[in-house]
């Protein structure tokens, strides 16, 4: 059974830094094109956040991320990182991590992390 | 950016009736390698997402035949046959063809 299971969310200062991590299980990373976040502020829609593709590595991030986010990846742990700097309020969202399939489908999601970001 | 529009914003069914959404993106959604990513999602209230429907009409393990896709290009549709007391929620249809991946607003079906 694939499981994706995301950790390290929590209350955070505007300014501060967090790191999510999305531990997998269930599938290889070979069988993906890659791993993406994807966040959802309260009562919002989804809001696609960032993305590392399986085969070389390549990240894609959403402008309003690009410079204070940076996902990474560790295949021995197949786990995937979200390494977020100078949070904002408006980064408050419950961030899900989600597998992306070699059909464009982004087929297993995490049950989320809420990152909430206030003083 | 690719902007995906979906409407109505909100649609309320009668259980057993049909349902129909509709979202179109502001360029066409085919790949240079031919395929268009266009893909369905449902998220029930307190839930994650859950994949629906992959490249336009493909669908996912375990997901009902009563849901179906159609489209092409820049238009597409999402169709629940009869709707199921279980298919209360708020649909999205997403684009993973070109960066960044792009989401609806989302419909949210509510029954009457």
């Known amino acids: 059974e694939v499981q994706l299971l995301e950790s390290g969310g929590g209350l955070v200062q505007p300014g501060g830094s967090l790191r999510l991590s999305c531990a997998a299980s269930?599938?290889?990373?070979?069988?993906?094109?890659?791993m993406s976040w994807v966040r959802q502020a309260p009562g919002k829609g989804l809001e696609w956040v960032s993305v590392?593709?399986?085969?070389?590595?390549?990240?894609y991030y959403a402008d309003s991320v690009k410079g204070r986010f940076t996902i990474s990846r560790d295949n021995s742990k197949s786990t995937v990182y979200l390494q977020m700097n100078m949070l904002r309020a408006d980064d408050t969202a419950v961030y899900y991590c989600?597998?992306?399939?070699?059909?464009?489908?982004?087929?297993?999601w995490g049950p989320g992390t809420l990152v909430t970001v206030s003083s | 950016d690719i902007v995906m529009t979906q409407t109505p914003l909100s649609s309320p069914v009668t259980l057993g009736q049909p349902a129909s959404i509709s979202c179109e993106s502001s360029?066409?959604?085919?790949?240079?390698?031919?395929?268009?990513?266009l893909s369905w999602l449902q998220q029930r209230p307190g839930q994650p997402p859950r994949l629906l429907i992959y490249?336009?009409?493909n669908r996912f393990s375990g997901v009902p035949d009563r849901f179906s896709g159609s489209g092409a290009g820049t238009h597409f549709t999402l169709k629940i046959s009869r709707v199921e007391p279980e298919d209360v929620g708020i649909y999205y249809c997403?684009?993973?063809?070109?960066?960044?991946?792009?989401f609806g607003q989302g419909t949210k079906v509510e029954v009457e």
């Open positions: 989600v597998n992306w399939g070699h059909n464009g489908d982004y087929s297993y």
């Open positions: 997403m684009q993973a063809t070109q960066f960044p991946h792009t």
């Open positions: 490249k336009i009409s």
């Open positions: 269930g599938f290889t990373y070979s069988t993906t094109f890659g």
């Open positions: 360029q066409s959604l085919v790949h240079n390698n031919g395929n268009t990513y």
């Open positions: 590392i593709v399986d085969r070389g590595g390549d990240t």
